[in-house]
């Protein structure tokens, strides 16, 4: 079975740009969720898709937005990019319960 | 403020020694998980514990969770470089919705 296939690996950006990043997720999986990981401030959640509703959200601000389409792959964008969204954004799918995240190798995004 | 506190941050280590590291927080958590990260790659699941003072091994790894499922700890027996990384704790509160500690770098010298 493939993994988790996140694209681009890298991103670099200024600021002010807007950018999106894609996740397929292991076929079979219907959640899908987000996360930051900057070194300051760890892995910090960002949103939870499930069958194209957003299910869960995290405390950031409204520039940040996803979705999920019926195939299960979801995109995350970010509009207005500010330097400190530079970071590490990871993508993990699961089933759909309460259960183990699969991770992608993630995108590094750089705001210059 | 991180819900979850992970201590210590970085841990350099020989060979063959034995090493704790300790998850902590003032919350309840439903479930509580750790992961190890290489460098370039996403976490990976090592272990979920659920009950209250479960106490998981997956060979020289331990895992135990606290009584009153606020804190975990995950205790490595004769490390090995391989064992190298950042592990992280993540418990969950929300369903599917989970908080990260910041993590422990591990380094182990051969």
């Known amino acids: 079975k493939a993994g988790v296939t996140q694209t681009p690996r890298y991103l670099i950006k200024t600021r002010g740009q807007q950018v999106t990043l894609s996740c397929s997720p292991i076929?079979?999986?219907?959640?899908v969720s987000w996360y930051q990981q900057t070194p300051g401030q760890g892995l910090q959640f960002l949103f939870e898709y499930f069958s194209e509703t957003q299910r869960n959200k995290g405390n950031f601000p409204g520039r940040f937005s996803g979705r999920q389409f019926s195939n299960s792959r979801s995109e995350m964008n970010v509009s207005t990019l500010e330097l400190g969204d530079s970071a590490l954004y990871l993508c993990?799918?699961?089933?759909?319960?309460?259960?183990?995240?699969?991770f992608g190798s993630g995108t590094q995004l750089s705001v210059l | 403020t991180q819900l979850l506190e992970q201590s210590p941050q970085f841990l350099s280590i020989q060979e063959g020694e034995n090493l704790t590291v300790y998850c902590n927080s003032s919350s309840v958590f439903s479930s509580l998980q750790w992961y190890r990260q290489e460098p370039g790659e996403g976490p990976v699941l090592l272990v979920t514990v659920v009950t209250g003072g479960e106490v998981k091994k997956l060979k020289r790894l331990t895992f135990q969770f606290g009584d009153a499922r606020k804190d975990s700890s995950l205790h490595i027996t004769a490390a090995q470089p391989g064992d190298t990384g950042l592990y992280l704790c993540?418990?969950?509160?929300?369903?599917?919705?989970?908080?990260f500690g910041s993590g422990t770098k591990l380094n182990v010298k051969p």
């Open positions: 076929s079979g999986h219907r959640s």
């Open positions: 993540a418990g969950e509160r929300n369903f599917n919705k989970f908080y």
């Open positions: 993990a799918s699961s089933p759909g319960g309460s259960e183990k995240l699969f």
